[in-house]
C-alpha cells in the first residue's frame, strides 16, 4: 500500500500564495506521475496540475501562470506552489500518485491523500 501525506494549505487573501507538499511512502512502490486535484463544495473534484517523473507537467487552464507543481523524486514528494490566489481557488487539495509495486510491476494504481484545505479570502 502506499501513503499520501500532505501538509500546507490554510487560509490565505486574494492575491497571496500558498503552498502544499505531499509525501508518499510505500515499501516496494515507485512513484509514477503525480499530482493534485481539487474539490470545491458542491462540485466534481477536478484536475489542477500533474508531473510525470521526468517532470513533464500539466495544468489546468485555470490555473496556468499561477500555480507550479514540482517534484523530488528521491523523496517521492510531490510540491504545489500557488500564487495569486483566488476565492475561486477554494477547495481541498487532494494529492495523487500512481504507484507500480516491484510484486506487479505491470500494475499501476493511483492512490490518493486525504486532502488539505486550502481557503482564500476576498
Known amino acids: 500500500q502506499v501513503q499520501l501525506v500532505e501538509s500546507g494549505g490554510g487560509l490565505v487573501q486574494a492575491g497571496g500564495s500558498l503552498g502544499v507538499s505531499c509525501a508518499a511512502a510505500g515499501s516496494g512502490f515507485s512513484m509514477n506521475a503525480m499530482g493534485w486535484f481539487r474539490q470545491a463544495p458542491g462540485k466534481q473534484r477536478e484536475l489542477v496540475a500533474t508531473i510525470t517523473r521526468g517532470g513533464n507537467t500539466n495544468y489546468a487552464y485555470s490555473v496556468k501562470g499561477r500555480f507550479t507543481i514540482s517534484r523530488d523524486n528521491a523523496k517521492n514528494t510531490v510540491y504545489l506552489q500557488m500564487k495569486d490566489l483566488k476565492p475561486e481557488d477554494t477547495a481541498v487539495y487532494y494529492c495523487?500518485?500512481?504507484?507500480?509495486?516491484?510484486?506487479?510491476?505491470?500494475?499501476?494504481?493511483?492512490?490518493w491523500g486525504q486532502g488539505t484545505q486550502v481557503t482564500v479570502s476576498s
Open positions: 495523487c500518485a500512481d504507484a507500480r509495486s516491484s510484486v506487479t510491476p505491470m500494475l499501476t494504481l493511483r492512490y
